[in-house]
């Protein structure tokens, strides 16, 4: 399969597209999901210039969604062969990716191509900010310090399924009453992973960017 590798940490060009990877076996309580559209996160640069470190060499990123083609044993939570989901996890920069079903969630009807993997990892963590980590009430404002002071990680307020699906289900109701806006920026070729982490650290792009396998 193709994939976006590095084998060694630093600036963009160490991000290298391979069209030899193995397609990953799906274990105990994990599903194989051939990815449609894949998040680009700032988490994402940190493991790639080594400030979080991890294992070499390695597939990058966090999020994405796709079709479920196969299913591991044990792995539970409703879903099947066929479905159409939104995960969080690791290795997502390829065109198939082992995820945890306790981390993916079948897309709601109505979502546009891409909007789920657009909103999924850093709605999350917006929602969960507002709700756990401090109470935010109606007419109180918050700007993007709030979140640097905090640093919120997403793991801190989400531990059980149950609370995953509870976030994920009030994120998607948000996204289908208009309350939460997952815009894309730009959708990048995966070959074109370099360019597109360019693009995010320059601070310049004003919505979500994604990668088609």
């Not at 630093?10 to 998040?39: A, E, Y």
């Not at 940190?46 to 796709?66: D, K, M």
Request: glycine share 8%; proline share 7%.
């Amino acid at each position: 399969m193709r994939g976006i590798q590095i084998s060694q940490t630093g600036d963009p060009s160490v991000l290298h597209h391979l069209t030899s990877l193995p397609v990953p076996t799906p274990g105990p309580h994990t599903l194989l999901v051939q990815n449609t559209h894949i998040g680009i996160n700032y988490i994402d640069t940190y493991f790639r210039t080594g400030l979080y470190p991890s294992a070499l060499p390695c597939v990058l990123g966090r999020e994405a969604e796709g079709r479920v083609v196969a299913v591991g044993p044990g792995a539970t939570h409703g879903l099947a062969v066929g479905d159409y989901v939104v995960w969080l996890g690791t290795e997502a920069y390829a065109e198939y990716s082992a995820v945890p079903a306790a981390k993916a969630m079948r897309v709601p009807d109505g979502l546009l191509p891409g909007v789920a993997a657009a909103a999924f990892l850093q709605g999350l963590t917006a929602l969960t900010l507002v709700r756990e980590a401090g109470e935010v009430r109606a007419g109180e404002r918050l700007s993007e310090k709030n979140v640097k002071v905090l640093r919120p990680r997403l793991d801190n307020y989400i531990y059980t399924r149950e609370e995953f699906e509870y976030y994920a289900n009030e994120l998607f109701r948000m996204m289908r009453e208009d309350k939460f806006n997952g815009r894309i920026h730009e959708v990048y070729p995966l070959q074109d992973a370099a360019r597109a982490h360019k693009d995010l650290e320059s601070r310049k792009t004003t919505g979500k960017l994604l990668m088609k396998p």
